[in-house]
């Protein structure tokens, strides 16, 4: 694959078997093999390198997240489709395809998306949508809490129905509040947002599933901590908490459901088979629902949500290509972000996704 670099200064990508021109229709071929190669020869264009279409700022901005999601996105979903015997294969390549296409169009950007939790680009969409719909009803409460509950870690085999214990223990819990609150309405009620997040440790090759709510009362919340360890026995007291919440818990509450990048090896790696056993663990199980009543504004368009819906004024398509890291103009050759990973970023990619955690994180 080459990019070609115009006198306009603009960049296009072409197969080996086929030239491409631009619009003025000038042709040099220059290939691209590294990152660092493509930023010393963006720099020594002449003319530089530089958008010819100018996004508004703030729409370019987002945009450039939206890249760097799609590059980690794509990186990641290209080894878990080598992950032998995943049921998840075909979602896995319906991710590697999420938004590789934007249409610029009546003056918004547009684009398809696949939803699975592992594409970091459609996380992104879903926390948006998530902030604007619970966030103006956190606010209004004035004795919120952020609530953690937890179990042991366990082994791959047993995450799956580690979950399903978890979910029936807290189902069981809301019900019985619910009874009880139907019986005498002076009590408090259980209302809030629960949240499952999974996380590994290539430490201990072990799993963590764990919930985190936001609670209207902490009063009932104490009573949903006790009534936990009162079905858990194995649970441990001191990381069943509860704790004031603010608009950063409630962020926070909203993000990812599981990190893709190991926050416990002392180098920051991506291990793709134990990525793989959580999503399989929580195939088909939601792992954001509201309880007790709960209600929220309408949700927002996945591209209203994406923040693009601003007065752009273009009427172009745009690909994704992975060695450019952008999405790059089917006719002019134009890049649309000029996005370009930094060097944490380029050895993530290119180095530090691995199928399994290496002999020295243990």
Request: charged share 25%.
């Amino acid at each position: 694959m080459t990019l070609t670099a115009s006198g306009g200064g603009s960049f296009a990508v072409s197969s080996p078997s086929r030239k491409t021109q631009n619009r003025a229709g000038t042709s040099s071929y220059i290939s691209i093999t590294s990152f660092p190669q493509r930023i010393r020869e963006l720099q020594a264009a002449n003319p530089p390198v530089k958008l010819i279409q100018t996004l508004p700022s703030g729409v370019l901005e987002n945009v450039k997240k939206r890249a760097r999601a799609k590059y980690l996105t794509r990186a990641v979903v290209s080894k878990l489709v080598d992950v032998k015997g995943s049921p998840l294969h075909k979602a896995y390549w319906n991710s590697w395809h999420c938004s590789s296409i934007i249409y610029s169009h009546g003056g918004k950007l547009v684009s398809k998306y696949c939803k699975q939790r592992w594409c970091v680009v459609c996380s992104r969409v879903r926390t948006a949508q998530i902030i604007k719909q619970y966030l103006p009803v956190f606010r209004k409460w004035d004795d919120k809490v952020f609530v953690t509950l937890t179990l042991p870690n366990c082994s791959a085999q047993d995450l799956q129905s580690t979950i399903v214990r978890m979910k029936s223990a807290f189902d069981k819990i809301r019900k019985d509040l619910d009874n009880a609150y139907r019986r005498d309405k002076t009590r408090e009620r259980l209302v809030g947002l629960r949240k499952l997040e999974v996380t590994f440790n290539p430490d201990k090759e072990s799993y963590h599933p764990h919930f985190h709510l936001i609670m209207e009362s902490r009063a009932v919340a104490n009573t949903l901590r006790e009534r936990w360890l009162g079905i858990f026995q194995d649970a441990i007291w001191g990381a069943q908490r509860v704790q004031d919440a603010d608009d950063n818990s409630c962020l926070e509450l909203c993000k990812y459901f599981t990190k893709l990048i190991s926050s416990h090896s002392k180098t920051r790696e991506i291990h793709v088979e134990p990525l793989d056993a959580i999503f399989q663990a929580v195939s088909g199980q939601r792992t954001m629902q509201a309880f007790g009543g709960l209600r929220v504004e309408k949700e927002l368009s996945d591209d209203e949500a994406d923040v693009l819906a601003s007065d752009i004024g273009l009427d172009a398509v745009y690909e994704w290509h992975q060695v450019a890291a952008d999405w790059i103009n089917q006719e002019t050759g134009e890049l649309l972000t000029n996005y370009q990973p930094d060097t944490a970023m380029r050895q993530l990619v290119e180095r530090g996704i691995t199928m399994r955690p290496t002999a020295s994180t243990g």
